[in-house]
């Protein structure tokens, strides 16, 4: 099947822990993205790529890490340095300027 | 920078009921529009998009929105409601000159009661 595959879909981390968050396209889209889902805030971007080994920042992207070292992979760690990381994170890749999403990871800072 | 706003945050319907949600965004340049819904417990799915032409448009499930370009505006609406439709509604821009940049709203949680 074609599509976005994140994982793990759940994930508790220790405080003070890095943890990675895997994303994975097989639709051959060349921009990924990563958003964070909070009740009553909406998505929020923290951080994009528009072709291999190029990402840019978003709006929240402080404490958050990525790569894109391959067209079908962007990774997000997610570093001690985010305050506040318990969340929804959701994995976006871009088809003729409209946005599709896996089906998102729940982090639970414990 | 662009900003979107949903102005209803929770809405309560009975079934068959119509419904009007509003999305005004901030941006003075060329945009594309889109309504996406995240159904309880599934990933965000889209719903319908504007790019150019005609400015209502026609969605899945019955669902359409008009963009007016004059109030900045891409409302959803859908006639008669279906207690299915309960989800949470975002409505979503990329500017077309940042088109890489899609910027959602805060959601719209629709609860339809049979």
């Known amino acids: 099947d074609g599509g976005i595959t994140q994982s793990p879909k759940y994930l508790f981390r220790k405080e003070g822990q890095n943890v990675t968050l895997s994303c994975e396209q097989n639709?051959?889209?060349?921009?990924m993205y990563w958003y964070r889902q909070d009740p009553g805030q909406g998505l929020r971007l923290i951080y994009y790529?528009?072709?291999?080994?190029?990402?840019q920042k978003g709006d929240i992207a402080e404490g958050y890490s990525v790569s894109r070292e391959k067209k079908e992979s962007f990774p997000l760690t997610v570093t001690s340095a985010q305050k506040n990381p318990t969340a929804f994170y959701l994995c976006?890749?871009?088809?003729?300027?409209?946005?599709?999403f896996g089906e998102g990871s729940w982090l639970t800072v414990v | 920078a662009q900003s979107v706003s949903q102005h209803n945050h929770h809405v309560i319907l009975s079934e068959a009921a119509s419904l009007e949600l509003g999305c005004n965004y901030s941006?003075?340049?060329?945009?594309?529009l889109f309504w996406y819904v995240q159904y309880p417990g599934q990933h965000l799915q889209l719903l319908l998009k504007?790019?150019?032409?005609?400015?209502l448009v026609k969605g899945i499930k019955g669902f359409e929105a008009e963009f007016i370009k004059s109030k900045f505006s891409f409302n959803l609406r859908k006639p008669s409601v279906q207690w299915s439709d309960t989800a949470e509604y975002f409505c979503?821009?990329?500017?077309?000159?940042?088109?890489?940049?899609?910027?959602f709203g805060s959601g719209t949680k629709l609860n339809v009661k049979p």
């Open positions: 504007y790019f150019s032409g005609d400015p």
């Open positions: 941006y003075g340049g060329t945009v594309n």
């Open positions: 979503a821009v990329n500017a077309l000159d940042n088109f890489n940049k899609f910027y």
């Open positions: 976006a890749s871009n088809a003729g300027n409209t946005i599709y």
């Open positions: 639709l051959n889209h060349d921009a």
């Open positions: 790529s528009q072709i291999v080994n190029d990402f």
